[in-house]
């Protein structure tokens, strides 16, 4: 899977140097961090393996994203949840969805934001049988990752 998911990373940008850099940096953390590898984290990657053409080590890229990645994606590439965020409000989610109960929590939570911030929008959207799983997966899992462009970073 992680091959796949390299190899379709990025295409316009990512020669196959870059590829095989995502392939290695990937299989490693996976390893290292003993967790089964999940779609999403190649677009995580993705933006610290094109600073390889800046000349940073292949280590300093691996320990910028495992750093990034233990920070702001807490539990989300987890096999298992631990005891402490199980709660209540999460028990039906649970008996339906085995992985990635920590972005179903973030669902949930978004959900009552929503609700919260533009219950019309809200109302509408679970009326047409549209959750946020539909349209919000890939922000939560990638945290946008996937819908920036690196030159704006470069240019910046």
């Known amino acids: 899977m992680i091959k796949i998911d390299a190899l379709r990373t990025r ?15 990937l299989t490693f953390y996976c390893k290292r961090k003993g967790i089964s590898y999940k779609q999403g984290l190649n677009e995580v990657l993705a933006p610290f393996v094109y600073f390889r053409n800046s000349n940073l080590t292949l280590s300093k890229i691996f320990n910028y994203f495992s750093i990034f990645v233990d ?9 298992e949840v631990k005891p402490f965020i199980i709660t209540i ?17 973030c669902f949930q939570f978004f959900n009552l934001l929503m609700k919260y911030h533009d219950p019309y929008l809200c109302h509408y ?9 539909i349209y919000a997966f890939p922000w ?8 920036f462009f690196l030159f704006r970073l470069i240019l910046n």
């Open 71 to 79: 920070k702001y994606l807490i539990n989300f590439y987890v096999d």
């Open 11 to 25: 295409n316009s940008l990512f020669d196959e140097g870059n590829k095989e850099y995502l392939i290695l940096l």
């Open 140 to 147: 939560f899992l990638t945290l946008f990752a996937k819908y």
């Open 89 to 105: 409000f999460i028990i039906k989610i649970i008996k339906y969805h085995k992985e990635f109960i920590t972005i179903q929590i």
């Open 125 to 133: 959207l679970e009326i047409n049988m549209i959750s946020p799983e």
